[in-house]
């Protein structure tokens, strides 16, 4: 729905050295954008435009204005230095790299529930991504809601089921770990999509790192080996 802004046009993108094609990886060249780019998209990142907390930042609602192209409603998520719940070793430089990686290969960029990369922004004070996502709200936000019936529910597990499974291919598979209700936004037809990976392991990302094993996973968060063994992540924090 349009809120009526008026926010200015984004500068010329640029291209990050960082996230180039490399080796024989079809890489695509996500744009690059500035923090003032962030700040018109999201009214300042207005605390009404806020979707929600993550396990290392926030989600927030934004709306694509760019000289000579349709506006869009996307999504953003910006990472902080102060993580929401637990100390993190994990560098965030070096999750927005892994990132864009990740989402830039042809396989991941042609499934249907992962989100589809527009852009980043890059600056010592900043670090985030823009997603060509409109959303609606994060699962963890619509699951109490009366609306959010049996047959949108269904909808949602089998859509992350399949993905689960197409990450956990034989090949080249891959180990997210921090999978969380608030790191899954649902768009406006409760089409699922996880987007945060700052845990994730395997595939093009290479093996779990030291940083990775030091940094807990989201509260009550307890994987099949934990629960075995009667580790968890035991304290929950209403991420809402």
């Known amino acids: 729905m349009d809120d009526g802004r008026d926010s200015p046009p984004a500068k010329p993108a ?25 700040e018109a998209f999201t009214n300042n990142f ?13 989600l ?34 070096v ?22 990369l527009i852009g980043y922004c890059r600056e010592e ?21 009366d609306n959010f019936g049996w047959i949108q529910r269904i909808k949602v597990a089998l859509a992350l089921a399949r993905l689960v499974k197409f990450l956990h291919k034989k090949e080249n598979s891959y180990l997210v770990q921090n999978v969380d209700t608030a790191h899954i936004i649902l768009d406006q037809d409760y089409n699922p999509f996880i987007v945060d990976f700052g845990l994730m392991s395997g595939g093009i990302i290479g093996d779990m790192t030291d940083a990775k094993h030091a940094t807990p996973m989201t509260p009550g968060y307890c994987d099949i080996f934990g629960l075995g063994c009667g580790v968890h992540t035991a304290m929950y924090i209403p991420m809402v």
């Open 125 to 145: 004070q900043m670090k985030g991504v823009i997603y060509d996502l409109n959303p609606m709200d994060t699962l963890h936000n619509v699951m109490t809601k």
């Open 14 to 38: 640029k291209t990050d050295e960082a996230v180039k094609p490399q080796g024989n990886l079809d890489f695509a060249e996500p744009r690059r954008y500035s923090i003032h780019d962030l």
């Open 60 to 93: 927030y609602r934004g709306k694509l204005e760019e000289t000579g192209k349709e506006a869009r409603f996307v999504t953003i998520k910006k990472w902080s230095d102060l993580p929401t719940y637990y100390p993190c070793t994990h560098d965030i430089d």
């Open 95 to 116: 999750m927005l790299n892994e990132e864009l990686k990740f989402l830039t290969q042809p396989n991941m960029k042609s499934h249907p529930n992962l989100v589809k």
């Open 46 to 58: 207005d605390k009404n435009s806020m979707i929600g907390l993550t396990q290392f930042g926030q």
